[in-house]
């Protein structure tokens, strides 16, 4: 990979070095230095707005097909549920519908379904439709906050219905500046892991892209490429995606602020193809007990504080990971803290016979994952990195969405056997000592997995996010 331009330049300039504040920009012009992070003046919206265009209130009775979280993660078959109105607005719920909200300092955070780094949820999600009872073929805008459907577009020329995910670089960039863009990617992959999860425990065959013809799906959706664009498409089935668009969409209202070394590393990724799928790999045959992936969905929550004392037994590792990795390439590591018959160290994913570092490194974690509690507290840490020098501009998108995929997915796998989990960030540079991997190794994303120190409150219905209050992560400060 050319660490001098596109998704390299991106993923060099905005790694976490050991000396550095994380809020401190690298010394370099290609990073945006004028903007000031957190500024409570400049704090986007959380979701697009558009004006005038004809909305569709969605059912707000979930048709939940009571599927197990652990069967769908399985990739156990499920019955064919129809895709109407409320089936489509129910996947789209539990993967973007606002859940909860916390009001504080005059400012009012909408919680999604799925998590998102920083709660800055900078994701849209659009359903190009096809033939849904009840909703006219077009392309719309899902408003996770009203539940309904904005029509931006008209139909699109395809023919499975299909939801788009972009990104809005702005929205995680105003916290996490020009590395806001990985975390695009990493949500993306959370989202899609209960976007995909949600619409299989419906019977409806989704299917994943990450390969498709960027400029095209930009005009669908009336995104510009610059302050948004399209991150992943999933479908319903195995027929042409309904992706081609037959007019001009709407682009509706963002701020425009644009981070320009965002722009070039997805443009240097954009290609004209539309690819095949993902594999879904083959399912497993164990499925332990669970609640149904409504509940599960509604359940989670990035657990804030784990308790550091309780572990847990070798299931509650590998049945998650064997879930979360099904068809996935992406090298994954874990650091074991606290399972029982399972010696603390690091283990190369799937070999958990001999770890190649072995030791107690909670404080390592720690250290590691910029002094953040939980990943010294969790029972064990799973980490994705890739070598480097595999991977071109679109190869390297693919590997961040994977390693959120996973993240989403260890997430739904913790919460349907009863512990938690977390996204976690890292120090880039500190990863491949941490890893005993060559430098090139770079890290991807980290999820915590422990027992849960309280238990959060479960999301509320469409239009009824549940009220919470803030838990505080534990920061432990350096001796
Ligand atoms: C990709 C990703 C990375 C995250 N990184 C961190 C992290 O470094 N530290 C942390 O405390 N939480 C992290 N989180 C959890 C988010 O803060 C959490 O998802 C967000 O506040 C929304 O809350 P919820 O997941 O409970 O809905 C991460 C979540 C995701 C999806």
């Not at 070394?261 to 290609?271: H, K, N, V």
Request: net charge negative; hydrophobic share 40%; proline share 11%.
């Amino acid at each position: 990979m050319d660490l001098d331009s596109g998704a390299g330049l991106l993923h060099r300039l905005t790694s976490y070095v050991t000396d550095r504040e994380w809020d401190v920009p690298v010394d370099d012009p290609r990073v945006r230095t004028d903007l000031v992070p957190n500024d409570a003046a400049t704090l986007p919206p959380p979701m697009k707005g558009y004006v005038g265009l004809p909305v569709l209130p969605l059912p707000r009775d979930l048709p939940d097909p009571g599927l197990p979280a652990t069967a769908a993660l399985a990739g156990q078959p499920a019955a064919t549920q129809p895709l109407d109105a409320a089936q489509l607005g129910r996947v789209l719920f539990l993967g973007a519908g606002v859940v909860r909200v916390l009001e504080g300092d005059g400012r009012r955070t909408l919680f999604r379904a799925s998590g998102s780094a920083g709660a800055r949820f900078p994701l849209e999600v659009y359903a190009s439709t096809h033939g849904v009872a009840g909703v006219p073929d077009g392309v719309h805008w899902y408003d996770g906050q009203d539940h309904a459907l904005v029509q931006a577009g008209p139909a699109a020329r395809g023919s499975t219905t299909t939801l788009v995910v972009t990104g809005v670089p702005w929205r995680t960039g105003w916290r996490y500046a020009e590395r806001g863009w990985r975390h695009l990617y990493w949500d993306a992959g959370t989202l899609l892991s209960q976007l995909l999860t949600a619409a299989a425990s419906a019977g409806l065959r989704p299917r994943l892209r990450s390969l498709f013809p960027d400029d095209q799906v930009r005009r669908l959706v009336g995104a510009d490429g610059v302050h948004e664009y399209p991150l992943a498409l999933l479908s319903f089935g195995d027929d042409d995606p309904a992706v081609q668009p037959a007019g001009p969409a709407a682009s509706g209202e963002l701020p425009p602020v644009e981070l320009p070394l965002c722009t070039a590393a997805q443009r240097a990724g954009d290609r004209d193809e539309l690819g095949t799928p993902w594999p879904e790999g083959p399912p497993l045959q164990d499925v332990p007990d669970s609640p149904s992936v409504d509940q599960v969905i509604l359940r989670r929550g990035s657990q804030r504080l784990m308790d550091r004392n309780r572990t847990v037994p070798p299931p509650l590792l590998e049945w998650p990971l064997r879930a979360a990795l099904r068809g996935v390439e992406v090298p994954h590591w874990v650091a074991v803290h606290g399972v029982e018959g399972v010696p603390p160290g690091i283990y190369r994913w799937p070999d958990l016979q001999r770890p190649v570092r072995a030791g107690n490194l909670r404080e390592e974690l720690l250290r590691v994952c910029l002094d953040q509690g939980l990943a010294g507290d969790a029972a064990y840490v799973v980490i994705a990195a890739a070598p480097l020098a595999g991977l071109d501009d679109r190869g390297y998108r693919d590997a961040q969405l994977a390693a959120g995929l996973v993240e989403g997915r260890l997430h739904l796998a913790a919460y349907a056997l009863g512990v938690s989990a977390s996204g976690m960030t890292f120090i880039d540079a500190e990863v491949p000592a941490l890893l005993g991997e060559p430098d090139d190794v770079a890290a991807l994303l980290f999820t915590c997995v422990g027992v849960p120190a309280y238990a959060s409150r479960r999301g509320g219905a469409p239009g009824a996010p549940t009220a919470v209050r803030p838990v505080t992560p534990r920061l432990v400060p350096p001796e």
